[in-house]
């Protein structure tokens, strides 16, 4: 089943805005990871959060982890047209290391 | 880090044919996954397939509908069997990365079935 539920599904914005997206999920996990799918392709990973961190930064990318709500949020400061993707989280959990992924996140930046 | 080269990365296909989907590393790994993802819809894994052994396949998936092959540690085919619309999907096949808990991905097929 579905572990990781991202919030909103779609988000549009203007080019140099921040976008902020969330996910919860409902077992224990491990670490957090939060990938990118441009058009339907392939997945890229960007940032893997473990359950003892409760932010990490990456360039413009920060996540934020809070294991007692269940609830990890991605941000991207000063948007660009190119971050126009998907935007998906993973968790692994107690049974399997297997990341388990969210419905993603639909992010558009217009330039 | 491992480059992954999935082919074909797109296909119109007709109902009741097959399509087998490749996908080359560029290193030997131990384990690929083979994912699919519906139009709008999350991945789902449908198995992961071990050299020397028979692939293990998630819930809803059965080896009849979907074959996997893995003849050596950095090569695996899918093979759709059968198909119909409801099969219509982007088919990922994926490896892991040990070191730094992550999956690589290749780009991925995107498969419509009239």
Redesign the interface.
Known sequence: S?QGEEDPQALSIQEGENATMNCSYKTSIN?L?W?RQNS??????LI?IRSNEREKHSGRLRVTLDTSKKSSSLLITASRAADTASY?C?TDGSSS????????TSLIVHP | SAV?S?KPSRDICQRGTSLTIQCQVDSQVTMM?WYR?QP????T?IA?ANQGSEATYESGFVIDKFPISRPNLTFSTLTVSNMSPEDSS?Y?C?VEDLA?????????T?LSVL
């Open positions: 579905q670490n990871q990938y339907g392709r392939g997945l890229v990973h893997l998906f993973a290391y297997i990341p388990t992924f969210g419905r993603g | 992954i999935q996954f993802q709008g819809q999350s991945l894994l992961t982007i990922l994926s730094n808990e992550k999956l690589f991905f290749g780009s991925g995107q």
